[in-house]
């Protein structure tokens, strides 16, 4: 039986894995850290309130299994640049040292296709460099997933991405071999595999998943 904490449980990825946890047997607890309190109210569910500038107490915590770090943010969203590498680096680097002390196992980490911290791309950029921090974090094993575009319901609206959601499923047909991890992803589909991968309890120091290994573990 497992405890898990969620970073980014309002958000399109994370709001997917909370409701897919709470209804899984496997996790007995499951923690989410966010700003304001939530409508979903469930036996296993602990909510922690947080302003994320401070440490929430988390003493009376004892264990916690795994981490889904599913949080993000636009330029759009938060054009302050150190509000921006707090949410895409520091906060997850923070909760993945908390982790460890508290006998973490699996960390999962939602960075993107073409993440690279020598990316002139500031977004790939950005993850790039977060991925980096996190392989040199000693955490026991961590999972990488590099989607590309995901297509789901968000609650801010992206222009840009409703386009895409369009007509990826046309441009996907021509995204063969390598160019294969560029296909758009149902966010569904990567969370139910992300929630697969921990369920595996394989001790791997680093996995990266794209666009194929996400599909490939997926739940039958």
């Known amino acids: 039986m497992k405890t898990a904490l969620i970073l980014g449980s309002t958000g399109l990825v994370g709001s997917v894995i909370l409701k897919e946890l709470l209804h899984d047997s496997s996790y007995t607890r499951v923690i989410t850290l ?8 469930h036996a296993k569910l602990l909510e922690i309130i947080t302003d994320f500038n401070s440490v929430p107490d988390f003493s009376q915590i004892n264990h916690i299994d795994t981490i889904f770090s599913c949080l993000g943010t636009t330029r759009k969203q938060t054009p302050d640049m150190i509000a921006y590498r707090k949410i895409e680096i520091e906060i997850p680097i923070l909760y993945a040292e908390i982790g460890k002390t508290k006998g973490m196992q699996n960390f999962h980490y939602i960075s993107a296709i073409g993440a690279n911290k020598n990316a ?8 790039g460099e977060a ?3 996190l392989k040199n974090s000693n955490i026991p094993s961590l999972h990488i997933y590099q989607p590309s ?4 319901e968000r609650k801010d609206h992206r222009f840009g991405e409703k ?8 441009i996907d047909l021509f995204l063969m ?4 991890k560029y296909k758009a992803m149902k966010v569904e589909n990567l969370a139910k595999a992300m929630i697969t991968i921990d369920s595996k309890d394989e001790i791997n120091s680093v996995s990266v998943y794209q666009y194929d290994e ?5 739940k039958k």
């Open 214 to 218: 996400i599909m490939q573990n997926l």
């Open 34 to 41: 966010v700003r304001k309190p939530q409508p979903i109210q």
């Open 177 to 180: 071999g390598n160019l294969g």
């Open 163 to 170: 386009v895409g959601a369009k007509f990826f499923p046309i």
């Open 131 to 133: 991925e980096d921090v």
């Open 120 to 127: 002139s791309n500031f977004y790939l950029n950005i993850k």
């Open 149 to 152: 575009l995901l297509i789901g």
